[in-house]
């Protein structure tokens, strides 16, 4: 008798054991020979951290001032809001637009312009985009076919997206759209009024 | 077990308060309101540069500036406060000064208005007392309206659904968030003329769901504008009304959060994984007893019991190992939790922000890219508190720049380091949609790998998938291939047959 209590009793503690190791969501899995067969390198990829380079990261930013391949410098690297003001005017007169409007230029812009500013400007540019009708973004959005914007010149336009609004409001997005793709935008809002 | 408390928490009074109230003016901006609501309306032009109480931004923080400056001297600043400038007024001098002598423009409002927004000011950004009467008669107007709506829907759910899933017609939950509201009025008027006249997004749909054309619909605006508030609240009548004066106007949500397809059914695949785990070690120890039973001890004279454990535990068995070495080096179904909990399914699904958006080298680069946390900051500055979560998470955001300290976010699709993959030359060249690989990541709060990203899950796409091949630069060397295109030899041309199956395209 004696004998059988102590038999369940392991069977159950040891069915207690098995269960405890079983996968979780987070638990990625395994590979053979992950290690040794080149699942897993030992090199620092983009994204991975790294103990040499400061802050901790193997991508690390461009050094300041540095100009990528095919593309211009961009003078401007406003700190305050004065600056920015006086920056916005002078992009104006310094900066030229260098790509051309034609039928294809314009339909990369419009699709550039779908992904980065019709959430908040709106499908035709009035302002009303779904972030903000929606109620989710509490400030109105510039009405881009408004003569205040039109009657900018591109450089000034070029430099809003790059640098952001003088009210802050909408964020810098020279990180997110190339200089180039920048220029497509400003043609495709002079497109939008006509 | 998390998302059940985050929903349960109430919205701070007021700002519930205010976000009803801005729902309604912007989806259905009736004339039922009063002065209050009116006012705060007219100040949302002026929050461009200024903040009740909120830090200065362009212009200066306007808080208690009605007990500062007469509210004679705040009309004429604000009509035309340049020419205050120039006749030298000190006090206008000064801000002006003070302001980095950026001009406020001049605002064409009447006395009225500006001392409407003054008043709303006073009152510190909240709308005062006998507008929360407003508000409750609004929301009575509102239930009759979402039952007016209830009505007209049935009409709707021969194609439709709220929230359960596509039928003949797209699912309809959040599409008033989505789509602003003159849009769908003019869709469910007349779809096809909207297709026809090539609006994006009506022929986005219209591909999207087969190219069945939607019937127009002979309703008046105000009966559609029922259906779409009937829709806006997910398809429930609401039981809230208001209470006293202090405390807010809200809807009560009844149900927890809604689990989409995609996270049903991936919750389910990781489930049946675990169930076939325990399955194994049970039938692993039931093994050992029955053998060590068969050869040993004899405790059971049956022996056909034995033989029938046997072959159900070798068949679990056989199944686990199956199911496990096929899973080995891939992570299909892996979700792990990130250090920000950021939902794709309220950034990309509700709000419909572009993948591209964020993700935005995806088109440029080998790697889609994870956002700086800069890119967050273009809503985030002004959007500090998430429905779910409330302002925990998304301090995390803040604290990641305050602190200049990278966000440590958890890869989700790994593929094995000897596996050469470009985003670049599958989004940008060969045009394909983020869900292919992806899945559908818009339906789910916390990303998990779908697809198996197994070499032959790979190869298949390949062997079958058509490359744009005319008008593209990027193909013009292939000669041959042209030249089989323009006599007709070949058809069409797949990835295979410009070295998409190669071993050295992707491994080398």
Redesign the interface.
């Known amino acids: 008798m004696m004998k059988s209590k102590l038999f369940i009793l392991s069977?159950f503690i040891?069915?207690l054991f098995?269960?405890s190791c079983?996968?979780s969501?987070?638990?990625?899995?395994?590979?053979?020979m992950?290690h040794f067969d080149?699942?897993?390198?030992k090199f620092y990829k983009?994204?991975s951290?790294n103990p040499i380079l400061p802050?901790?990261?193997t991508d690390q930013p461009a050094p300041a001032g540095s100009v990528s391949r095919g593309e211009n410098y961009f003078p401007f690297a406003p700190k305050?809001?004065?600056e920015k003001?006086a920056d916005q005017a002078k992009a104006g007169i310094e900066l030229k637009n260098p790509v051309p409007v034609n039928a294809l230029t314009l339909s990369e812009g419009k699709k550039e312009y779908?992904?980065?500013c019709m959430?908040c400007h709106?499908?035709a540019g009035k302002g009303?985009g779904?972030?903000?009708?929606?109620?989710?973004?509490?400030?109105?959005p510039r009405d881009l076919t408004s003569p205040y914007v039109q009657n900018m010149p591109d450089g000034s336009l070029f430099f809003i997206i790059t640098e952001g609004s003088?009210?802050?409001?909408?964020?810098?997005?020279g990180?997110?759209?190339?200089p180039e793709n920048r220029w497509k935008i400003v043609n495709y809002l002079r497109e939008l009024v006509k | 077990m998390m998302r059940k408390k985050f929903t349960n928490q109430n919205r701070p009074g007021i700002a519930g308060l205010f976000l009803f109230l801005f729902l309604f003016l912007s989806f259905f901006q009736l004339n039922l309101f009063g002065q209050n609501e009116q006012d705060a309306k007219n100040f949302n032009q002026c929050k461009a540069c200024h903040t009740i109480g909120g830090g200065r931004l362009v212009g200066p923080d306007l808080k208690g500036i009605t007990k500062k400056m007469p509210e004679e001297w705040l009309i004429k600043f604000i009509k035309n406060s340049q020419a205050m400038v120039k006749a030298g007024d000190p006090a206008a001098v000064k801000v002006f000064n003070e302001y980095n002598k950026i001009p406020m423009p001049s605002h064409n409002l009447t006395d009225a208005q500006i001392k409407g927004i003054l008043l709303y000011i006073k009152n510190d950004g909240k709308i005062s007392q006998p507008a929360v009467n407003k508000t409750s008669s609004n929301t009575l107007g509102s239930l009759t309206e979402i039952k007016k709506g209830a009505k007209l829907f049935n009409e709707c759910k021969a194609c439709h659904t709220i929230g359960r899933g596509r039928l003949v017609g797209p699912d309809l939950k959040g599409v008033t968030k989505k789509l602003s509201e003159e849009w769908l009025i003019k869709f469910i008027r007349n779809s096809q003329a909207m297709v026809k006249a090539g609006d994006p997004k009506a022929v986005k749909i219209f591909n999207e769901y087969s190219k069945i054309p939607m019937p127009a619909h002979n309703l008046s605006d105000n009966q559609i504008k029922s259906i779409l508030a009937f829709i806006n609240n997910d398809g429930k009548i609401p039981q809230a009304t208001t209470v006293s004066s202090h405390s807010t106007t809200k809807i009560v949500e009844s149900s927890g959060p809604v689990l989409d397809e995609t996270e049903i059914f991936i919750k389910n695949q990781q489930e049946g994984l675990e169930n076939l785990s325990i399955a194994a070690i049970v039938m692993g120890f039931l093994l050992i007893i029955v053998l060590i039973d068969l050869i040993f001890t004899h405790y059971l004279k049956a022996k056909w019991v034995h033989y029938v454990i046997l072959l159900a535990a070798l068949w679990i068995l056989g199944e686990w190992t199956y199911t496990y070495a096929t899973r080995l080096g891939r992570q299909q179904y892996y979700q792990p939790d990130q250090p920000i909990w950021f939902s794709h399914k309220v950034h990309a699904g509700q709000n419909k922000i572009d993948c591209q958006y964020c993700h935005f080298t995806a088109d440029r680069s080998m790697h889609a890219g994870i956002p700086p946390a800069s890119v967050c900051m273009n809503c985030h500055t002004q959007v500090k508190e998430g429905k779910r979560t409330g302002k925990k998470e998304i301090n995390k955001i803040y604290a990641a720049i305050k602190n200049n300290k990278p966000i440590k976010w958890v890869q989700v699709h790994n593929l094995p380091d000897f596996v050469y993959f470009n985003h670049k030359q599958h989004v940008k060249v060969g045009k394909l949609d983020c869900k292919e690989c992806h899945g559908d990541v818009a339906q789910m709060d916390v990303v998990a790998q779908v697809k198996t990203l197994s070499m032959g899950w790979c190869l298949d796409c390949h062997r079958t998938h058509k490359v744009q091949f005319t008008n593209n630069k990027f193909y013009g060397q292939y000669k041959k291939l042209h030249e089989d295109l323009k006599s007709g030899k070949i058809k069409d041309v797949t990835v295979k047959m410009i070295g998409g199956a190669d071993c050295a395209s992707c491994h080398y």
């Open positions: 069977v040891s069915g098995f269960t079983v996968e969501r987070n638990n990625p899995g395994y590979a053979y992950g080149m699942y897993y390198t983009a994204y951290p802050n901790g990261q305050n809001i004065a003001v779908q992904i980065f959430d709106g499908v009303d779904h972030l903000y009708t929606a109620g989710l973004f509490p400030a109105k003088i009210s802050g409001l909408m964020g810098p997005h990180v997110q759209v190339t």
